[in-house]
Structures are given as C-alpha cells and as structure tokens.
C-alpha cells in the first residue's frame, strides 16, 4: 500500500492518487499502453475507496492520460503536455516518479536580507523553510522568499502545493522559473528528519519566479539528498 498524506494541508485523496501517477507516466514507470491494474486491486494498492479512485481516473481521463475501455480495462496513454499541481517541482525519486509533500518548519516576515538576489519591488519579504518529501520519504528542505507585496501568508492556508496557494489564496500565479542547479553544504537550521548532516554537501538548486509582472516574485533555494533524489528536466 502507497502511503498517503493526511495532513491538513494535503490535496484531497483523489488528488494525491491522481498526482502521483501523472509523476508515475511522466517519469516513463508507467508506460504508453499499459493496462492498470483493475480497479479494486489499483485502490487496494494506494490505499483508497474504489469510488475516490475512479474519481482520479477520471481526472487522467479528462487529462488525455487514460483511455477507458469498456469490458477490457484502463490504458495509459501518455501526454508531454499535461499540467500537474507539481509540474514545476522537479525532484523526483531516484527510480522517478514519487507525490510529492511537504511540512511547514518556520514561517516569518521581516526585512530581505542583504545575501538575496535582487527580485520583487518591496524591501519585505516573507521566509518560508520547509521539509519536503516524495512518497512520505523526506529528500529536501527548501527557504522560500516571497516579496512582501505579493500578500500575507498564513501558515495554517498554505498547501503542499505552495504555487496552488499562491493562486487560490493570493491571486497569482507563477508563469515562468530560472533554475540553477550545483552542490552546496547543508545549512545549520536543517532537522533530524533529512539525512544528510549539518555541512554535508548536497544537491542545489536556486530558482526565481515570476508571477504575471515583469520582476520575479520569488526567490528560493532547495538542498536536496542525492542519494533519495534527482532533479528532472524533461524537454519536448
């Protein structure tokens, strides 16, 4: 059984079945034409009701992912084109695939340090760290810097999907991220749940992102576990 997220900031179970197996198709663990599982075995699997399973089939169906046939199964079809609540988090499991979660460590507002990049129009900012995980495994954390104009940021509201809320809870939305991915040393504030130690050398990525305006809304920088985790970049 696939273990599933339930804390209060979880999509909704057809969700997270759903998610988890556009990363599975997009990743190619799940290939164009495989048949499924049946249907009570596939919700058995990830450990849900065969009703909220046909719900997420229904969603890979409305996505072009699946196709239907009656008296004979549910085949995979794959699709490079299909958006994902995660389609611009790009760790992934080192065998692919993996959903996504994430635990909210801190959260404050305050002056932008003098160490960030130059982004967003407001000398404020709020700073976001959190553990993130694939499949419950925890394989990043990640310092978040959303400029203070973009809104307030309640910590309760905010999803795993921290682009979700900024659409549903902020009214914007992230149109385009500059990453830069190398090695760097594990900061001092990690905690015990990520492996690596305190000035291990890790995984990283920075990135900024923009919102519709013209100036980058975002600033953050992820340490990664390159032994549970790869960053993915697919083209075409």
């Known amino acids: 059984m696939i273990e599933r997220d339930s804390s209060p900031s979880a999509l909704p179970l057809y969700q997270q ?19 499924l599982l049946p249907e009570r075995a596939l919700a058995t699997h990830h450990g849900v ?12 169906e409305r996505l072009g992912l699946l196709e239907r046939v009656q008296g004979s199964g549910n085949y995979v079809r794959t699709n490079d084109h299909v958006p994902s609540i995660y389609s611009l988090f790009r760790l992934e499991l080192i065998q692919g695939g993996g959903l ?31 553990l993130r995980f694939l499949n419950q ?7 978040i810097w959303l400029d203070g104009s973009c809104g307030t ?3 309760e509201e905010v ?15 992230i149109t385009r991220i500059s990453d830069q991915v190398r090695v760097a040393t594990v900061p001092d504030w990690a905690p015990e ?4 130690a305190f000035g291990s050398l890790v ?24 032994d549970r985790a790869c960053y993915v970049q697919r083209i075409g």
């Open 17 to 35: 079945v759903s998610e988890f197996l556009i990363r599975e198709i997009a990743s190619g663990r799940l290939v164009d034409g495989e048949r």
């Open 49 to 60: 009701t065969v009703r909220t399973l046909r719900k997420a089939l229904a969603e890979l």
């Open 100 to 130: 996504p979660s994430a635990r909210i460590l801190t959260l404050e507002s305050g002056p932008k340090p003098p160490d960030l990049p130059a982004f967003g129009i407001s000398d404020q900012a709020t700073r976001i760290r959190r």
């Open 137 to 143: 495994r925890a394989v990043a954390i990640e310092e």
């Open 153 to 155: 940021v309640i910590g």
């Open 159 to 173: 999803s795993d999907s921290l682009y979700r809320f900024y659409q549903d809870r902020l009214g914007f939305w």
């Open 193 to 196: 749940a990520f492996d690596p």
């Open 203 to 226: 995984g990283f990525v920075e990135r900024l992102s923009w919102a519709q305006a013209d100036h980058a809304v975002e600033y953050s920088r992820t340490w990664f576990d390159p």
